[in-house]
């Protein structure tokens, strides 16, 4: 019998250790990268750290409590019943004197300002994990394919867990992205996947690069870790601050509540429009990702002058119902009656009309 297990076990290593060989799970930083990142104050004893102490899990959480949960919960409103029925925009065909926001679902968005093509996190390949059985995509949420992206200024990615860095969906945007903007220690995982070096712009906190022409884009802390295996925190997670011209948005990426956010605010003296992680939380795990009641303060603090929810209504990775996030924050946002924008997955929405109203679009769902 001991034999038995003991073959069952050396079988599973050797079966884990090839899958994890393959390349979507990207590679650790190397040779000069690595040497950048060891002169990083931010990195300490072979790991980037967040600025205050932040567990993973809860001082008053335990794995065991979690996994029961996860497994033998009885919440059945975590997927919606039923396909959402959304329409795409034309993201080729755009009025590029438009200033617009398409929400992609989750944490994946296009931006076009004052001329310029982004895109944030996209995630296009129906999962948001290593295995395509897990933390499936809602019917409905993936509309767009790498196919239906125009040629892009800059790919920004916030920081390489699997909801944010997509390994299928990014090879295929390689030929479309004149430059990438991310984390120090990220660009290892592109290299790897083929993009060229010399179009990777790579920031620790605190740094920023001059993109030209009054275009501008600053690195800042978030709250969060980072990691595609079993070894985390080898790349560092951010918010970035795009500044153009005329404008400001703050791109929050993941992050725990902290005093980061007033920092920020204080420092760039606000923004026009902060897009903020409002889901897949849990007070098991809120101090890496912010629990509703945070995210009105976080606004705020960033003395943001418009505010949109991400990190929802695409994919199921905590315990709440799927259309908690946003029923939340809209009824909160009743008492503080700041200018939140809620729009459709797909939706083309001018950001800076500020008269434009919002329909509770998840109630329509079950």
């Given at each position: 019998?001991?034999i038995?297990?003991?073959?069952i ?9 090839l ?10 930083p190397?040779?000069?990268?690595l ?6 104050r ?5 790991k980037f ?20 949960r996860?497994l033998?919960?009885?919440n059945?409103n975590l997927i919606?019943?039923e396909?959402?029925?959304f329409e ?5 065909n755009?009025n590029p ?8 679902g989750?944490s994946?968005?296009?931006?076009q300002?004052d001329?310029?093509k982004?895109?944030?996190?996209p995630?296009?390949?129906g999962n948001a ?11 409905g ?6 196919e239906?992206?125009?040629e892009?200024?800059?790919l920004i990615i916030?920081?390489?867990h699997w ?6 969906t990014v090879k295929?945007?390689?030929p479309?992205?004149?430059?990438v903007?991310?984390?120090l220690g990220?660009?290892?995982?592109l290299?790897?996947?083929?993009y ?6 790579e920031?620790?906190w605190?740094?920023?690069f001059?993109?030209?022409n009054g275009?501008?884009v600053?690195?800042?802390?978030a709250?969060h870790?980072?990691?595609?295996g079993f070894?985390r925190?080898q790349?560092?997670w ?5 500044e153009t011209?005329?404008?400001k948005i703050y ?10 956010f007033?920092?920020i605010?204080n ?5 026009d429009?902060a897009?903020l ?12 990702h ?5 995210f ?5 603090n960033?003395?943001a002058?418009r505010i949109t ?11 709440h ?5 946003l029923?939340?924050i809209?009824?909160l946002n009743?008492k503080?009656?700041l200018r939140?924008?809620t ?8 950001w800076?009309n500020?008269?434009?109203v ?8 079950k």
């Amino acid at each position: 019998m001991m034999i038995a297990v003991l073959l069952i076990a050396i079988v599973f290593t050797a079966d884990l250790f090839l899958f994890m060989q393959h390349p979507k799970f990207g590679k650790a930083p190397t040779g000069k990268r690595l040497e950048r990142i060891k002169k990083s104050r931010h990195y300490q004893k072979g790991k980037f750290d967040n600025i205050n102490f932040t567990p993973q899990l809860a001082e008053d959480a335990s794995i065991p409590g979690v996994m029961f949960r996860f497994l033998f919960g009885k919440n059945k409103n975590l997927i919606p019943k039923e396909k959402f029925n959304f329409e795409k925009t034309d993201l080729k065909n755009l009025n590029p004197n438009e200033n617009i926001y398409v929400w992609m679902g989750h944490s994946s968005y296009f931006i076009q300002i004052d001329g310029k093509k982004i895109l944030v996190d996209p995630v296009f390949s129906g999962n948001a994990s290593p295995v395509k059985f897990a933390a499936k995509a809602f019917s409905g949420t993936d509309l767009y394919a790498a196919e239906d992206i125009p040629e892009l200024d800059y790919l920004i990615i916030t920081h390489d867990h699997w909801d944010h860095l997509d390994y299928e969906t990014v090879k295929k945007l390689n030929p479309k992205a004149k430059q990438v903007i991310t984390g120090l220690g990220t660009g290892e995982h592109l290299e790897y996947w083929n993009y060229d070096p010399k179009k990777i712009i790579e920031l620790d906190w605190g740094e920023n690069f001059d993109l030209g022409n009054g275009f501008k884009v600053y690195a800042e802390t978030a709250r969060h870790f980072s990691g595609r295996g079993f070894k985390r925190n080898q790349a560092i997670w951010a918010s970035f601050i795009f500044e153009t011209p005329e404008r400001k948005i703050y791109i929050g990426g993941d992050s725990g509540f902290d005093n980061h956010f007033e920092k920020i605010g204080n420092k760039y003296g606000g923004f026009d429009l902060a897009i903020l992680e409002n889901g897949q939380y849990n007070k098991d795990w809120r101090y890496i990702h912010m629990m509703p009641e945070e995210f009105l303060v976080a606004a705020k603090n960033l003395k943001a002058k418009r505010i949109t929810p991400v990190h929802n209504s695409k994919f199921t990775l905590a315990l709440h119902d799927w259309k908690e996030p946003l029923q939340k924050i809209t009824a909160l946002n009743e008492k503080e009656n700041l200018r939140l924008i809620t729009p459709k997955i797909g939706g083309k929405t001018v950001w800076q009309n500020d008269s434009t109203v919002y329909e509770k679009w998840w109630e329509s769902y079950k």
